[in-house]
Nanobody
């Protein structure tokens, strides 16, 4: 059974950094993509970054460009989201998601991914 487990969230001051991890298990290797999303209270879940596990192509939404970087470790079946210069408005629950067959492009949404983790809370506060 495919499972995604996020970790690395926590409390950080404005301007700080965090690195989130998404560990995948129980899946069939092949062509698939993993994306990072976040959902703040009262808001819709928004896509941040996406990576194609075969080839390593990455895409970032405008809200993530310049501050967030997605990367992968195929040997560990793990995807990371490095977040720098965090701001108060980055406070949210962060989710990773996986889909077979999906290829990251400039535009990706929650509807493109079939499997989701439980999320990890990121709180940016003075």
């Amino acid at each position: 059974q495919l499972q995604l487990v996020e970790s690395g969230g926590g409390l950080v001051q404005p301007g700080g950094s965090l690195r989130l991890s998404c560990a995948a298990s129980g899946f069939t290797s092949g062509k698939y993509a993993i994306g990072w999303f976040r959902q703040a209270p009262g808001k819709e879940r928004e896509g941040l970054s996406c990576i194609n596990m075969r080839g390593g192509t990455t895409k970032h939404a405008d809200s993530a460009k310049g501050r967030f970087t997605i990367s992968r470790d195929n040997a560990k079946n793990t995807v990371y989201l490095q977040m720098n210069a965090l701001q108060l408005e980055d406070t949210a629950v962060y989710y990773c998601a996986l889909d077979y067959g999906f290829y990251c492009s400039d535009y990706f949404t929650v509807h493109d991914f079939s499997y989701w983790g439980q999320g990890t809370q990121v709180t940016v506060s003075p």
